[in-house]
């Protein structure tokens, strides 16, 4: 399996598809970030500030808020970062380095970001953590879902081909890469190097490691004891 990002991705419904090519596995482009993002926004002229952003917001001097876009009070857009048109970074929302926010996004309240890429209509609204990840078209988080992204013996993170075996990325950090349209319950934890498909579902409270094929559904079904309340 070569995992190319068209088995993953829609290449519409971003603005920055130089980023992938379709002859290498999709996480590469996780390792381009920085480069591509100081070659975009210093290829911008002036203002690199277009959208709305509230005065008790902090925003770094290497960031680009489209027309549209708007970052509410005490956010902080740490950048490199290009938040796209349209999209809302809510209050008390995180940015770090190198993160590419694509249109009509949305970025919740205690969530943090780290060198990711999130595609047209994403939406992680609600204490949420994505590092070293690519999230996909109408892809969505639920409340309290971690993209972890370091394994922790600190090795490069590895992904398991159909045959068995274990590809290195020569990624030591890479948390996950979710398809258009995929579903995260809430409270999950994706594994450092796991691939979702397209149009999938992962039932909240799921511990995920691995890859996930398009259109499937992870049942998480925990037992529960109900018994009669003692005096």
């Given at each position: 399996?070569?995992?190319?990002?068209?088995?993953?991705?829609d290449?519409?419904?971003?603005?920055h598809?130089a980023l992938f090519?379709g002859d290498?596995?999709?996480?590469?482009?996780?390792g381009l970030?920085?480069?591509?993002?100081?070659?975009?926004?210093f290829g911008?002229?002036?203002?690199?500030?277009?959208?709305?952003?509230?005065?008790?917001?902090?925003i770094?001097?290497?960031?680009y808020?489209?027309?549209?876009a708007?970052?509410?009070a005490?956010?902080?857009i740490?950048?490199?970062?290009?938040?796209?048109?349209?999209?809302?970074v809510?209050?008390?929302?995180?940015v770090?380095e190198?993160?590419?926010v694509g249109?009509?996004?949305?970025?919740?309240?205690?969530?943090?970001?780290?060198?990711c890429?999130l595609?047209?209509?994403?939406?992680?609204?609600?204490?949420n953590?994505v590092?070293d990840?690519?999230?996909?078209?109408?892809?969505?988080l639920g409340a309290?879902?971690?993209c972890?992204?370091v394994?922790?013996?600190?090795?490069?993170?590895?992904?398991?081909?159909?045959?068995?075996g274990?590809?290195?990325t020569?990624?030591?950090?890479?948390?996950?890469?979710?398809g258009?349209?995929?579903e995260?319950g809430?409270?999950?934890?994706?594994?450092p190097?796991s691939l979702?498909?397209r149009?999938?579902?992962?039932y909240?409270?799921?511990?995920?490691?691995g890859?996930?094929?398009?259109?499937q559904?992870?049942?998480?079904?925990?037992?529960?004891?109900?018994?009669?309340?003692?005096?």
């Open positions: 399996m070569n995992f190319p990002p068209s088995e993953y991705l290449f519409s419904q971003t603005d598809a090519s290498e596995p999709v996480w590469s482009a996780i970030i920085e480069t591509y993002l100081y070659k975009v926004i911008i002229s002036a203002p690199l500030i277009r959208g709305m952003v509230h005065e008790s917001a902090i770094g001097t290497q960031v808020i489209a027309a549209g708007t970052v509410e005490n956010a902080v740490k950048g490199p970062a290009w938040i796209g048109a349209g999209s809302i809510r209050s008390g929302a995180y770090r190198n993160v590419i249109n009509d996004c949305v970025l919740g309240n205690s969530s943090e970001f780290k060198n890429i595609f047209n209509q994403c939406e992680v609204p609600h204490f953590y590092g990840s690519i999230l996909g078209h109408k892809a969505h309290g879902v971690i972890s992204n394994r922790l013996d600190r090795r490069n993170v590895t992904v398991r081909n159909g045959a068995g274990l590809i290195d020569g990624l030591r950090k890479f948390g996950a890469i979710i258009d349209r995929t995260v809430c409270n999950s934890v994706l594994s190097g979702l498909g149009d999938c579902i992962v909240p409270l799921t511990s995920w490691q890859v996930l094929g398009e259109g559904i992870v049942k998480n079904h925990q037992p529960l004891q109900i018994v009669r309340r003692r005096d």
